[in-house]
């Protein structure tokens, strides 16, 4: 026999699971419990690599399958069965494994309407405060109204799971995939969402204040009446999102992409829209641009508009453009500051130096070149209304 049919042949007897000899190959023994790396590859072994903590004992078993076993299939409306109830890694690996049923369908009354959808698990109200939920698949799972604050969900899979009003507070959702899933009125505040799939995602009404949603995928999400003040958009897909009476003042949208996107009375107060990117048939009907009584202005330079329809826009509430009041503001705010280590000498209102001539020349400058910009955007606007 050469040596390459040996090489085939043992490689046919380990995928067999057996050895030279024509034995069973011994399976891997249950590890003890403080045995971390040997029970992932125990839970490998058995086709379940997304499992890494000791199963649970009996008694653990036979506390969550009688909660489970009082949830009706039938319901006249969502009821918390988990309300408070404290669950760690260890009872989700156990319940994904054992308990989940993807096809499972749920009939719920609305308004005296029949409904149904697809749930997996219900774990609704469930306390899974700060637990390591990262890689598990968790698509479907009813978690309404649960505690996750702080929970890490790095690359968990909840596909059209159900959120509505969990909280969500400085949760880890770092590249999590949570395409069609239903997060109306959650909280997220504070949340790192960065490069997170959220396609079709229903969030509206959802609260993402100061979140980091940059390079995250939100094409056709819905996030009506959102609260995305001061969140981290950049380079973020919104083609097709529903972002109607959105709060996105003070929101970073450089580089995001909003072709398609539903705009409609949004507030984009103080937000930065450099280099987004608009088209034809991108809505802006009454959009809030500024805030003049408080100063608060979008900052819109090299914004690609690509043929979005601008007669829809109030343009006569600006007076400014956010760039040229932050070109105002470092004009007064160079005064207030030692320019160099040079010899600073105070006069009756301004710090003065050797140097400040020249910054003040210079900021001139930029507010001119702002204001000309502002003056072209103008007759640019003029020139899209009058055809």
Same mark, same amino acid.
């Given at each position: 026999?050469?040596?390459?049919?040996?090489?085939?042949?043992?490689?046919?007897?380990? /995928?067999?699971?057996?050895?030279?000899?024509?034995?069973?190959?011994?399976?891997?023994?249950?590890?003890?419990?403080?045995?971390?790396?040997?029970?992932?590859?125990?839970?490998?072994?058995?086709?379940?690599?997304?499992?890494?903590?000791?199963?649970?004992?009996?008694?653990?078993?036979?506390?969550?399958?009688?909660?489970?076993?009082?949830?009706?299939?039938?319901?006249? /409306?969502?009821?918390?069965?988990?309300?408070?109830?404290?669950?760690?890694?260890?009872?989700?690996?156990?319940?994904?494994?054992?308990? /989940? #049923?993807?096809?499972?369908?749920?009939?719920?009354?609305?308004?005296?309407?029949?409904?149904?959808?697809?749930?997996?698990?219900?774990?609704?109200?469930?306390?899974? =405060?700060?637990?390591?939920?990262?890689?598990?698949?968790?698509?479907?799972?009813?978690?309404?109204?649960?505690?996750?604050?702080?929970?890490?969900?790095?690359?968990?899979?909840?596909?059209?799971?159900?959120?509505?009003?969990?909280?969500?507070?400085?949760?880890?959702?770092?590249?999590?995939?949570?395409?069609?899933?239903?997060?109306?009125?959650?909280?997220?505040?504070? *949340?790192?969402?960065?490069?997170?799939?959220?396609?079709?995602?229903?969030?509206?009404?959802? =609260?993402?204040? #100061?979140?980091?949603?940059?390079?995250?995928?939100?094409?056709?999400?819905?996030?009506?009446?959102?609260?995305?003040?001061?969140?981290?958009?950049?380079?973020?897909?919104?083609?097709?999102?529903?972002?109607?009476?959105?709060?996105?003042?003070? !929101?970073?949208?450089?580089? *995001?992409?909003?072709?398609? *996107?539903?705009?409609?009375?949004?507030?984009?107060?103080? !937000?930065?829209?450099?280099?987004?990117?608009?088209?034809?048939?991108?809505?802006?009907?009454?959009?809030?641009?500024?805030?003049?009584?408080?100063?608060?202005?979008?900052?819109?330079?090299?914004?690609?508009?690509?043929?979005?329809?601008?007669?829809?826009?109030?343009?006569?509430?600006?007076?400014?453009?956010?760039?040229?009041?932050?070109?105002?503001?470092?004009? #007064?705010?160079?005064?207030?500051?030692?320019?160099?280590?040079?010899?600073?000498?105070?006069?009756?209102?301004?710090?003065?130096?050797?140097?400040?001539?020249?910054?003040?020349?210079?900021? #001139?400058?930029?507010?001119?070149?702002?204001?000309?910009?502002?003056?072209?955007?103008?007759?640019?606007?003029?020139?899209?209304?009058?055809?």
């Amino acid at each position: 026999m050469s040596e390459q049919d040996v090489t085939h042949s043992s490689t046919k007897q380990r /995928k067999s699971g057996r050895t030279s000899s024509g034995k069973q190959a011994p399976a891997i023994q249950r590890p003890a419990n403080d045995d971390t790396e040997g029970w992932k590859a125990f839970w490998k072994e058995r086709g379940q690599p997304w499992r890494t903590e000791p199963e649970i004992d009996k008694d653990r078993q036979q506390d969550l399958e009688r909660c489970l076993a009082n949830i009706p299939m039938e319901r006249e /409306k969502d009821i918390l069965f988990f309300d408070g109830f404290q669950l760690n890694r260890n009872d989700i690996e156990w319940l994904l494994a054992t308990q /989940k #049923k993807p096809d499972r369908i749920v009939y719920f009354n609305i308004d005296n309407e029949q409904r149904q959808r697809r749930e997996s698990l219900a774990l609704c109200g469930a306390n899974l =405060h700060k637990v390591n939920l990262s890689g598990l698949p968790m698509d479907r799972v009813n978690l309404l109204e649960a505690n996750l604050e702080g929970a890490n969900l790095r690359e968990a899979h909840l596909e059209e799971a159900i959120l509505i009003r969990a909280h969500l507070e400085s949760a880890d959702l770092t590249g999590v995939y949570l395409e069609g899933a239903y997060l109306g009125e959650a909280h997220l505040e504070g *949340a790192s969402i960065f490069k997170a799939h959220l396609g079709k995602a229903v969030l509206n009404g959802s =609260h993402l204040e #100061k979140t980091n949603l940059s390079m995250t995928d939100l094409r056709e999400a819905y996030l009506i009446g959102a609260h995305l003040e001061c969140t981290d958009l950049r380079f973020t897909h919104l083609e097709e999102a529903r972002l109607m009476q959105a709060h996105l003042e003070g !929101a970073n949208l450089e580089n *995001a992409h909003l072709e398609s *996107a539903n705009l409609t009375e949004s507030h984009l107060e103080g !937000a930065t829209l450099c280099n987004a990117f608009f088209d034809r048939a991108t809505a802006l009907n009454n959009i809030t641009l500024c805030n003049n009584k408080e100063q608060v202005f979008a900052r819109l330079a090299d914004l690609s508009w690509g043929d979005a329809n601008l007669a829809v826009v109030d343009w006569s509430q600006i007076t400014m453009l956010g760039d040229e009041h932050e070109a105002r503001n470092y004009k #007064k705010e160079i005064y207030q500051k030692k320019i160099n280590r040079g010899k600073v000498i105070k006069t009756e209102h301004v710090w003065w130096s050797p140097k400040s001539r020249q910054f003040e020349t210079n900021i #001139k400058v930029e507010l001119s070149h702002t204001r000309i910009s502002l003056l072209l955007f103008q007759v640019y606007l003029c020139g899209c209304l009058i055809c």
